[in-house]
């Protein structure tokens, strides 16, 4: 992505949640992890000019590290690093 060009906070976040190792967003302990627009908010990613961060509540039996791979693929290059905090983990989905 080219330095400049506005990130989608919406498109960030329906990304993410499309995930199967991802429950749902997290906007951290105390809902610091969020973007804010106008007459709403997207909780779990907080996008700055210097970096992006993303919130998730995982679902195990996927690890830290398969989560934060799988969210960093799915939001793409982008021209600023991903921070990925996984803030809890919930069991699976079952039948």
Same mark, same amino acid.
């Given at each position: 992505? #080219?330095?400049?060009?506005? =990130? $989608? &906070?919406?498109?960030? @976040?329906?990304? %993410?949640?499309?995930?199967? @190792?991802v429950?749902?967003?997290?906007?951290?302990?105390? *809902?610091?992890?969020?973007?804010?627009?106008?007459?709403?908010?997207?909780?779990?990613?907080? =996008?700055?000019? $210097?970096? +992006? #961060?993303?919130?998730?509540? *995982?679902?195990?039996?996927? #690890? &830290? !590290?398969? =989560?934060?791979? !799988?969210?960093?693929? @799915?939001? *793409?290059?982008v $021209?600023?690093?991903?921070? %990925?905090r =996984?803030?809890? +983990? %919930?069991?699976?989905? #079952?039948?």
């Amino acid at each position: 992505m #080219t330095r400049g060009v506005a =990130i $989608d &906070a919406d498109a960030v @976040a329906a990304a %993410v949640l499309a995930l199967p @190792a991802v429950a749902g967003p997290h906007s951290g302990r105390f *809902g610091e992890i969020a973007t804010l627009l106008p007459h709403r908010r997207v909780p779990g990613i907080r =996008i700055r000019p $210097d970096e +992006i #961060t993303v919130g998730v509540t *995982g679902r195990y039996p996927a #690890t &830290a !590290a398969e =989560i934060g791979a !799988a969210v960093r693929a @799915a939001i *793409g290059p982008v $021209d600023r690093p991903v921070n %990925v905090r =996984i803030e809890d +983990i %919930v069991p699976p989905v #079952t039948s």
